[in-house]
């Protein structure tokens, strides 16, 4: 994209990441809320909600999710049914643990198109070493009861996703994964990369970017072969093979590809706009990725402001912001 290009105000944002809690039940051993996250913990109020989404003259494709559990917010099927209304589609990440039958009822009535499930692994062992709770029984009894009520409803929605944050210490089970998938009803799963920081397991010696092994690859390739033949869909961060996400071509400046400053916006339960959502796992200086407040400003006083604008400029060149350094460009959307 030309300098030209970029130089073009860019049109108000039509993709929106929202966060709808910022508090969890899992103590995950990857994740920065575990070591105290980045603001105080809440849940996003229905009235708030709607001075967020209601600023949006378009909205295409919202994920409510960020640094917390969503199910734990109990206005999220509301938030869905707004929102479908609006024509969106609308999808999260959650760990599954609180999807009760009257959840899994109110979620399939709410339209609501997919739901992530983030488990990081095939067993309850490792399940519990990376994710800090016992409760990967209850996830997947939980799936199971989620399948099942579809199937009583008459529905293929919402889309059911298993996702896996490969790490040194879990990636012997991912072939696990797909057998996983096909008992659970869920049409796919996903590798992600580890965003790491130096928090827990978190680290830069669990990471496999770029690092893979032929054991490894192997692991990989075979699940692979699992997953066509059972049907189920096997993908990776950047919508890539996974072994090309985990071995990706090496470039000059690849944040300089990131078109998420000019695409979408990532809103957190006490309206602070940042950049991406990838940009507060890993930054040191989190004051800094903070380009408004749509609480106290306009969506549009943002978007067109000078913080997003230097913003844009910055990351087009040798010195780009501060957390995009380390961004690997294609994460998981």
């Known amino acids: 994209m030309s300098g030209e290009a970029l130089a073009v105000k860019p049109p108000l944002p039509r993709s929106l990441y929202l966060e709808t809690a910022s508090r ?54 509301r938030m869905i049914a707004h929102l479908k209304g609006r024509g969106a589609t609308v999808l999260f990440n959650s760990n599954a643990i609180t999807l009760s039958p009257r959840l899994r009822t109110a979620l399939i009535e709410s339209g609501l198109d997919e739901i992530r499930v983030s488990l990081d692994a095939a067993t309850a062992a490792t399940y519990h070493k990376v994710r800090g709770v016992d409760a990967f029984d209850k996830v997947v009894g ?49 590798l992600q990369r580890l965003v790491y920081n130096g928090l827990g397991l978190a680290t830069a010696e669990q990471s496999l970017h770029g690092r893979l092994v032929e054991r490894e690859e192997a692991l990989i390739q075979h699940a692979a072969a699992a997953a066509r033949g059972a049907g189920i869909v096997f993908s990776a961060s950047g919508a890539v093979a996974p072994e090309v996400s985990l071995n990706p ?68 060149t040798e010195a780009p912001p501060e957390p995009c350094r380390g961004c690997g460009v294609k994460w998981s959307l």
């Open 24 to 77: 969890c039940n899992s103590l995950c051993e990857t994740c920065i809320l575990t070591f105290g996250g980045r603001e105080p913990q809440k849940d996003l109020g229905w009235e708030e909600f709607r001075r967020v989404v209601d600023q949006f003259p378009v909205l295409e494709r919202v994920l409510l999710h960020g640094i917390g559990e969503p199910l734990l917010n109990r206005a999220l099927p």
């Open 142 to 190: 939980n799936l199971s009861e989620l399948a099942a009520a579809k199937r009583e409803a008459g529905t293929a929605r919402p889309r059911v996703s298993l996702w896996f944050t490969a790490l040194k210490a879990n990636i012997d089970e991912i072939a696990g994964l797909v057998p996983l998938a096909s008992r659970v009803g869920a049409e796919g799963v996903n």
């Open 249 to 316: 071509a090496q470039e000059d400046r690849p944040w300089s590809a990131c078109r998420r400053p000019w695409s979408l916006v990532y809103v957190t339960v006490h309206g602070n706009v940042l950049p991406c959502c990838i940009a507060p796992w890993i930054t040191a200086h989190y004051d800094g990725i903070v380009l408004g407040n749509l609480f106290r400003q306009s969506l549009a006083e943002i978007w067109w402001g000078p913080r997003y604008l230097e913003f844009r400029d910055a990351i087009q």
